[in-house]
């Protein structure tokens, strides 16, 4: 942020010497006149050159944008990088013990759809046309379907066996389940079927009967709008769940609110927004942490730690911003320590953004 503004006044100073270069003893004689000495005929040049120096810098300072935290670097409104808030981001931000990750490798509607569905046997005539001679000289018909069927039942049974039930049928999630809901609208997102995603997220929101329910609906809405670029109804669905996650009085729903609200005030650049909200969520993170005490919770903690790191670093809080993933650290090396299969990819991943961080302070 210090570089921008720096940049924004270096380019401004240039922008008005060019002025005071090309017209001097303007504004009605108040600019003094600039002798250039033996550089009097590049007057012209010179003015040119600085102004157009300057003008550049002005627009590197308004264009550029901050730096990003590792899991935003290609921005979630990017289609093809489809997330929803509650499925990780990287090797950090697994779900929590409290929502259990919504996106596993295979949904269970994918999971059956990929089944290997059993096929009903062959009728005796198609068996014994696979394994037989050719039958041009045998003198008798082959059997019909309907004898063979009659042929190869059992005794007792008069009719046959019925046709098994297709896979779709037992496939298609049920209309009341909001959790199957939930889970079709995440198979048709990773599919990038935009259309019945659409359809899908609005009988999830039907589907919402009380406040942690209303919370997930909204935050779905809020993922989806997201990434699609329509930033203005993503913050007001985040807003709508932070507002559902408070009046269900949970302090996990809570503090994912806050991190959403926070996210879309780090990607429009709000940043005293985005600490107020990472400070919030931390908070809640801390005391969740405290009282639970288990992995989950202190990896979760260690991920909030880290988001409102870099707003802080953002705004030029460097050092704070490094005390921030010190403690975000010393975390994940307790996890890695209890579980390094699980938790290892988390300490080398702050370690390494905590090692980068040191670098460019002391560059």
Do not use: C
């Not at 406040?211 to 709008?225: E, H, T, V």
């Not at 729903?253 to 400070?279: K, T």
């Not at 979760?300 to 975000?328: N, V």
């Amino acid at each position: 942020m210090l570089g921008r503004i720096i940049g924004l006044l270096l380019g401004l100073g240039l922008g008005g010497l060019a002025y005071v270069v090309l017209y001097p003893g303007g504004l009605n004689g108040q600019i003094p006149v600039l002798e250039l000495g033996p550089f009097e005929g590049l007057r012209l040049g010179l003015a040119l050159a600085a102004g157009l120096v300057g003008g550049a810098m002005v627009i590197a300072a308004a264009v550029r944008s901050p730096t990003r935290r590792r899991a935003k670097a290609a921005g979630l409104p990017v289609i093809a990088d489809f997330k929803f808030a509650d499925e990780a981001l990287d090797a950090k931000e697994a779900a929590l013990p409290e929502e259990p990750r919504p996106f596993p490798e295979l949904s269970p509607l994918q999971s059956l759809e990929a089944s290997s569905v059993p096929e009903p046997a062959p009728f005796p005539a198609e068996a014994a046309a696979e394994t037989s001679e050719p039958l041009e000289a045998e003198p008798a018909p082959s059997p019909t379907p309907l004898a063979a069927i009659a042929a190869a039942a059992p005794a007792s049974s008069a009719e046959p066996d019925p046709e098994p039930a297709p896979a779709a049928a037992v496939a298609a999630p049920p209309l009341d389940d909001f959790d199957a809901a939930r889970s079709d609208l995440r198979m048709h997102a990773r599919a990038e079927a935009w259309g019945p995603a659409a359809l899908a997220l609005q009988r999830v929101s039907a589907l919402a009967s009380n406040d942690r329910q209303q919370m997930l609906a909204a935050q779905d809405a809020g993922d989806f709008a997201r990434a699609q670029g329509r930033s203005d109804d993503a913050i007001e669905a985040y807003d709508l769940a932070l507002s559902y996650a408070r009046q269900a009085e949970a302090p996990e729903l809570i503090a994912d609110g806050l991190l959403n609200v926070g996210d879309m005030a780090y990607e429009e650049q709000r940043l005293d927004s985005a600490v107020e909200s990472y400070e919030a969520a931390v908070a809640l993170r801390r005391q969740i942490a405290g009282e639970n005490g288990g992995p989950e919770a202190r990896r979760a903690l260690s991920i909030a730690l880290e988001r409102l790191a870099d707003a802080r670093e953002d705004r030029g809080h460097r050092t704070r911003a490094l005390d921030l993933y010190r403690e975000s650290e010393a975390l994940a090396a307790d996890l890695a320590q209890a579980d390094a299969a699980r938790y290892g990819a988390d300490l080398a991943s702050t370690r390494q953004r905590r090692e980068e961080l040191e670098a460019r302070i002391l560059a």
